[in-house]
């Protein structure tokens, strides 16, 4: 088995978005969070589902990827990690309209997350001002 290749962020969300964000053995749909811990949130750019390769980790082409959820992930590696997969999987053609509407999901979301850290900090620092407005007087 050759070298593991990373996937970026944005490959692995437009496999989810080409898979609907489903598990494509068993069907499960996707939570999302907007931070893993945290409660779901449905414009969160965090799911529990997996992007597996089908046929091994050196070609992180879309037709080598799959989405699968953690349970059906760990199945199909034979119910060990050490175990190469045991099935075979045909994923939906991926297409440029999918690239383009997964990417524009992606960054969607980021700036959902974006947008929420800047509003907790920026009241973090109302806060802080009024403590000191009252602190002086």
Known sequence: MGKREPLSPLTKWIVLYRDNFTCQK?????????????????????CDLIVHHIEG?????????????QNCHFMVHGGSW???????????????????EGMRDYYRRQDY?????FRS???????????????IG
């Open 82 to 100: 050490k175990n190469k997969p045991i099935e075979k999987f045909n994923p939906r053609p991926i297409t440029t309209e999918i690239i383009f």
């Open 57 to 69: 980790p050196t070609s992180n082409d879309y037709d080598n990827l799959i989405t699968l959820c």
């Open 26 to 46: 068993c069907g499960k749909k996707a939570i999302f969070k907007l931070w893993p811990g945290e409660p779901e949130d449905p414009n969160g750019p965090f």
């Open 121 to 135: 900090m920026f009241n973090e620092y109302k806060k802080k001002v009024r403590e000191v407005a009252k602190f």
């Open 113 to 117: 997350v974006n947008d929420y850290f």
